[in-house]
């Protein structure tokens, strides 16, 4: 059985590690199939694809793109994307504008309730200012010790309700669906196990989704317990969507689970792969 991995992040949005060091740890964890999915962006495609060509790893173009639904954050996956797509390019510009201004609102916030300098902070694990996120403050936060690691920061700070958290508008489900259909990809819905949705609000999000020509939702996510990669299993069964799996790797030190560590998914489910080979 391959040992499929379709969802990470590198230092070009939110992760750690750098396009080429990700194919390397795929490669030497056994990942047989890749993916790099960064948040809003797809300039780390072409690296990434170079790296795993030269491990002979077989490599998936993809990006994560930011969706506003129902005035909550969705997340939705592209894969087998065409990084070169004009359209679906001066998207992510459309998606990524507006962060810096929510960052500095942030650190106004941070600043506030007495952990100053958070913007200059978080800018030092930022590779491009125009991907500033809560994850690189977060990181800011650990580092300057006010919490022991990213999921105290994330307990504390940077959510809803607690000190550091701005919303913001990002793209549609319709923009972000049509931008990845266009570029010649399959529209994978994200670690749905994380939104906040009540189960009427789940069903209308699931059929839209699927009316739009969302194909697929992960169930093997690195974002998820053990007890939803059975219920999301049901979930993909019961909608009829294919199913991915994905660890949803940040770094060494910040992932619950790393490149290819994934359970396999079960059989009760179709892969979204399952016409790829």
């Not at 797509?85 to 309730?113: C, K, W």
């Not at 990809?185 to 999000?205: C, K, N």
């Not at 949803?248 to 079960?266: C, I, K, N, T, Y």
Request: charged share 20%.
């Amino acid at each position: 059985m391959r040992n499929i991995d379709l969802h990470c992040h590198s230092t070009i949005s939110d992760g750690v590690l750098a396009p080429a060091a990700l194919a390397a740890r795929a490669k030497a964890n056994g990942v047989d199939v890749w993916a790099l999915t960064d948040h809003d962006e797809v300039d780390g495609v072409a690296e990434a694809r170079a790296a795993a060509a030269a491990l002979n790893l077989e490599f998936v173009s993809g990006v994560e793109i930011s969706v506003t639904w129902a005035a909550e954050t969705v997340h939705i996956v592209g894969l087998r994307i065409d990084d070169t797509d004009p359209v679906l390019r001066q998207g992510l510009v459309d998606t990524r504008s507006g962060r810096q201004r929510r960052a500095l609102e942030m650190a106004r916030q941070l600043d506030a309730v007495g952990i100053p300098g958070a913007y200059e902070g978080a800018l030092k694990f930022v590779s491009n200012p125009d991907l500033i996120s809560r994850t690189h403050f977060a990181r800011y936060i650990v580092e300057s010790g006010v919490c022991t690691d990213i999921s105290d920061v994330f307990r504390r700070y940077l959510i809803d309700g607690k000190p550091g958290f701005v919303p913001h508008r990002w793209a549609t489900l319709a923009d972000a669906i049509g931008w990845i259909r266009g570029a010649g990809g399959i529209a994978v819905m994200a670690h749905p196990g994380r939104y906040r949705f009540s189960e009427l609000a789940f069903d209308a999000l699931f059929n839209e989704f699927k009316q739009l020509g969302g194909t697929a939702i992960e169930v093997m996510t690195g974002s998820h317990t053990v007890d939803q990669y059975a219920y999301y299993a049901k979930v993909a069964q019961n909608y009829g969507f294919l199913a991915s799996r994905g660890s949803d790797f940040h770094g060494p030190q910040e992932s619950r689970v790393d490149l290819g560590a994934l359970p396999p998914l079960p059989d009760s489910v179709r892969p979204v792969w399952h016409d790829w080979f």
